[in-house]
């Protein structure tokens, strides 16, 4: 009986670690980052090229304002590229590098942002999770 319960106790505790780390796997929702005018009338925002990831994912500016986005990959072998193909933007970053990039976009929308790298035979970036959205209102 006694080992019936251990048992029992044991399929619990190994159930409930299965849990916790599913749950921390589970990216939380990032509220969308309205870039600010600075008071040279350009909108500037930094954004963080990791892995299979851009922070922030959400990019909200205004039409018709310059837009200066700081790209810094923090990742150490791997390259990435910052693409909005509707909006003719599209940038290589280096593993470890920094790039600006500087556009300004006329027309309001929600546009996609992705990698397209990929080592072949292996998915692309995009396809791994990295993409994001500008949206210009």
């Excluded at 106790?9 to 509220?31: F, K, M, N, Y």
């Excluded at 996609?112 to 692309?124: A, E, G, N, T, V």
Aim: glycine fraction near 6%; proline fraction near 8%.
């Amino acid at each position: 009986m006694r080992a019936c319960n251990l048992m029992g106790a044991i399929g619990l505790l190994i159930t409930l670690q299965i849990a916790v780390v599913q749950a921390a796997d589970v990216a939380q929702p990032v509220p969308p980052f309205a870039v600010p005018l600075a008071a040279d009338g350009v909108q500037r925002a930094t954004i963080t090229l990791d892995s299979y990831s851009y922070t922030p994912n959400h990019v909200i500016v205004e039409a018709g304002k310059p837009v200066e986005l700081t790209l810094t990959s923090v990742t150490t072998i791997t390259p990435h590229n910052f693409i909005i193909k509707e909006l003719s933007v599209e940038q290589d970053v280096s593993a470890g590098k920094t790039v600006v990039i500087k556009f300004t976009p006329t027309q309001t929308g929600t546009f996609p942002i992705y990698c397209d790298k990929r080592l072949w035979p292996l998915p692309s970036h995009r396809d791994k999770g990295m993409e994001g959205k500008l949206e210009v209102k």
